[in-house]
């Protein structure tokens, strides 16, 4: 099993940023392409104020600030350029995380929707998108917004594929600022499969991928949560990928470069599970030789040990 996409964390939300520019984009999608990426999905083109790309409708609309680069540009000319795939990710108002409430982020991303398309559907690489609301369980208007926009996606764009990437509700699903590591206000197994096989009935025409987030709950368990989502996947066919974390969960600092170890378990288990692709978040902090956290080299050169062999 190994990791074939990874997310490109521009807006950085609780991950301190890397200040990078043109030139060490462009070496890091080297670095990509040497460890078998073949996909790149930005996690947002914007959250509140802060955007990728100099967005008309969000500076005039949301007060955005004007960014000093054009990411979003960088990206797909670099994707083109080494022949990835380019998923663009949808814009976070950050409305959802203070009301819980993700009918807010319909009306933004429809006009969104129609601005990436017409400055950037010219390139041969953009060959889908990021639906970026995350959710874990059934949240209030989440199946409305992802059926809404994963359709608006898909006739703006002709039928290209769209992704979500869910969390699990487990015992490591607690806010970066919060000070503990675990809760004990969990989901069940069975609690997960029955609110996702209703989730999945109401998005499987508009969504393609779904990408599950496996960092949530304690690696004994994973196996059983990374079954149940590939047989619901299945069963609405919808493709099923893992998100396999490159960051640890387990460490009282949020968030460093997770252990070889456990990433390799994380993988062996998606594998078991009859998963074939697996993505990242992501490879650019965590993974990278040229991150800015020097454990991300030792665990570049652990992981390009393990796929040569």
Known sequence: MQITGTFLDEIS?????????EKEWAQDFEHMKKAGINTVILIRSGYRKFLTYPSAYLMDKHNCFAPPIDLVSVFLTLADKH???????????GLYWDTNDMTHEILANQFVVEEAWKQYGHHPSFKGWYLSMEISRKTKGAVAAFATLGQL???MSGGLQTLI??????????AASSAVLKKTDVVTLKEHEEEWDEIFSGISRQVDIVAFQDGHVELSDLQGYL???KRLADKYGIKAWTNTESFDRDMPIKFFPIKF???KLKLEAAARAGYEEAITFE?????????AYVQAHHLYNRYM???KR
């Open 283 to 291: 490879f650019s902090h965590f993974m990278s030789p040229q991150s």
């Open 261 to 263: 170890e456990k990433l």
């Open 13 to 21: 939300h609780d991950i301190p940023h890397q200040n990078w520019g």
């Open 83 to 93: 022949g990835m795939l380019f998923y663009f990710g949808l814009y976070d108002s």
């Open 227 to 229: 079954e149940v989502n």
């Open 305 to 307: 040990e393990y796929i």
């Open 165 to 174: 990437s869910p969390w699990i509700d487990g015992p490591k699903a607690v």
């Open 153 to 155: 996606c898909k006739d």
